[in-house]
């Protein structure tokens, strides 16, 4: 390595990787300076620094300010998901994509979703089910509550021509929001949903979008059997 | 907005959040460069990159060396997960750790398992099931095969000691890996593993790491009923 200049900032990566998995930086170890690599290396600090930052995304270093760059000595891996449109998930695997209005009605929600929305006593609010097909099968369902209320353009929106999953997604921006994964056994409305068994394991995930004036919407997504989400750690 | 000094990164992207929500810069749109917002909002450059890297990190814009800057037209949120130790998982959530080893022996792994770890045909590796306890309760169960070819000192470890989870953790860096995310129902193996009914939804990560050498491990980590992975949008 040294005497060969790195032109990126992929093969400086690969040497700090080198470095570490010899343990010739060991856990806990602070590491050479920017400027110390970059002239190491021969390649601008910024290429150093891109490298780096990139391998303290992933949690192998451990970056503080003035303090300098560590060897993690726990790393915490991260894994980043996709989290794309659904019409998109699905045509992006080369399927057909359908979309089919379930259920739509005005209602005051069950008492723990009122809560995680913080909503007002007795307020109703857009309760929407729709189930979105790969092929012509059932690929997920969502059970989606919407806060008309702080959305009220949503009140106008044929969700028989437009999942809200992209209605919401292509109109109303978000500022917070959290997202869950989990697990659940198949019961009735489940298995007649995605026209599977009861008792099978149903990849679940619940999402809920914020904006200043409070919450726009809760979801969950239903998973028909054998979904996975995949990426690399 | 105008005429204010912003100070910090944060406020910059609030402002930013702001013009995207209010559609003052629509989807699609290129927005000012780095050095003209600096100056329009009277901070450091540095200061605006951050902003728009943090929000192109979560998928709001897209940002193209040369091209500049723009709001995305169909934003694929991202969501980064942490992947913690799972000992550092079950006492950060204040419950008491226990690991136990369930079964250990060299053996010629399924076939799916050999090819997916690209093994010599009938190469013997390393199986290893235990059992993550949380409070004396089940939490998950690792199904794992290690390559000891690839990774001979895994061969002096005491495995009731300490869980491969860690031991690998600690001491054989990866350069690559994969994660999957995906459900199951309890069969009667995993029902006697984690003291649950068969049937049950349980939620499963896959994950394979390697080095240059080859696969380094092959897990399947299977937790108890309810469990949930939650994180920020």
Redesign the interface.
């Given at each position: 390595m040294t005497g060969t200049a790195i032109k990126n900032w992929q093969s400086v990566q690969?040497e700090v990787?080198n470095r570490?998995?010899s343990k010739l930086w060991k856990?806990g170890d602070l590491i050479p300076n920017e400027a110390q690599l970059a002239s190491e290396f021969g390649c601008a600090r910024a290429t150093v620094n891109r490298a780096l930052q990139n391998l303290a995304d992933t949690?192998?270093l451990e970056r503080r300010r003035k303090a300098g760059t560590r060897v993690a000595t726990?790393?915490?891996?991260?894994?980043?998901?996709?989290?794309?449109?659904i019409r998109?998930e699905i045509t992006g695997k080369g399927y057909a994509y359908r979309y089919a209005l379930v259920s739509t009605e005005t209602v005051v929600p069950p008492r723990d979703m009122a809560a995680r929305m913080r909503l007002k006593p007795d307020e109703k609010i857009l309760h929407i089910v729709g189930l979105h097909m790969a092929n012509g099968e059932p690929y997920v369902f969502e059970n989606r509550w919407i806060n008309s209320n702080v959305v009220p353009a949503v009140r106008d929106v044929d969700f028989s021509k437009q999942s809200p999953n992209e209605w919401l997604?292509?109109n109303i921006?978000f500022?917070?929001?959290?997202?869950?994964?989990?697990?659940?056994?198949?019961g009735a409305f489940e298995a007649e949903m995605l026209s599977c068994k009861t008792?099978?394991?149903?990849?679940?995930i619940d999402?809920s979008?914020w904006?200043a004036e409070g919450a726009i919407t809760s979801v969950r997504l239903v998973?028909a059997?054998?979904?996975?989400?995949?990426?690399?750690?």
């Open positions: 690969q990787l570490i998995n856990p949690g192998l726990h790393p915490v891996r991260k894994a980043t998901l996709d989290i794309p449109i998109k997604v292509e921006p500022t917070s929001g959290d997202i869950a994964f989990s697990a659940l056994c198949a008792g099978e394991g149903l990849f679940v999402r979008t904006k998973f059997p054998g979904y996975r989400i995949h990426t690399e750690i």
